[in-house]
């Protein structure tokens, strides 16, 4: 089977930087997805890791390393905007499937 | 109507009843998704149409019952369901293929069943 793990919490006040880890172990892997869900809204699609290293998208970054199992969300200049619920998910083989971890509540403070 | 549209946005039900929940994309993909998101628990795939090809996850139980009539439709057809099948379901698509990591998801139908 596959699992995907994340911390279930993570606070920080606006305008600093925070990393969310996600580390996965699955039977193969095509690629790590990151998603932003807020309360009450639709999983929306930030970023997409299939091969080792740091991908730029503004003030969103994502990371992976196939080696360690690892992927990292980093998430800079911090708006209250920015609270929500972030989600990782492996694409773990060639089919159209993604599994996805529990998700990260992240709560922006003032 | 733009994305990916799903109604209704809000359900109760019996135990006995019958319903259905409908999803349709306008992004011209081909592939669509079932998911169920329950609290405290990661997403749940349940089900994958595309090409007219279904894939499920063997651990949903026989009350879902999904249908694809094409490939902007979506229907996830419920009968005789239990109260631990309260929770948000999740339409989505995508591309196939190498896209498929970027899907598109609906606002959700949130199920409450009595």
């Known amino acids: 089977g596959q699992s995907l793990e994340q911390p279930s919490e993570v606070t920080a006040v606006e305008g600093a930087i925070v990393q969310i880890n996600c580390t996965y172990q699955t039977s193969g892997f095509y690629g790590l997805s990151w998603y932003q869900q807020h309360d009450g809204g639709a999983p929306t699609f930030l970023s997409y890791?299939?091969?080792?290293g740091l991908e730029e998208t503004g003030r969103f970054s994502s990371f992976l390393s196939r080696s360690d199992s690892y992927g990292y969300l980093l998430l800079q200049e911090l708006q209250m905007k920015d609270s929500a619920s972030y989600f990782c998910a492996v694409r773990a083989h060639a089919g159209n499937m993604l599994t996805f971890g529990g998700g990260t509540r992240l709560m922006v403070k003032p | 109507e733009t994305g990916v549209t799903q109604t209704p946005r809000h359900l109760v039900m019996g135990m006995t009843n019958k319903k259905s929940l409908k999803c349709e994309q306008h992004l011209g993909h081909n592939a669509m998704y079932w998911y169920k998101q329950s609290a405290k628990k990661p997403l749940e795939l349940m089900f994958v149409y595309s090409l007219e090809e279904r894939v499920e996850n063997n651990s949903v139980p026989s009350r879902f019952s999904p249908e694809c009539p094409n490939s902007s439709h979506l229907f996830l057809h419920l009968h005789t369901l239990q109260p631990e099948d309260s929770a948000l379901y999740l339409c989505?698509?995508?591309?196939?293929?190498?896209?498929?990591?970027?899907?598109?998801f609906g606002p959700g139908t949130r199920l409450t069943v009595t």
């Open positions: 989505a698509s995508s591309q196939l293929g190498d896209r498929v990591y970027e899907q598109y």
């Open positions: 890791n299939a091969l080792d």
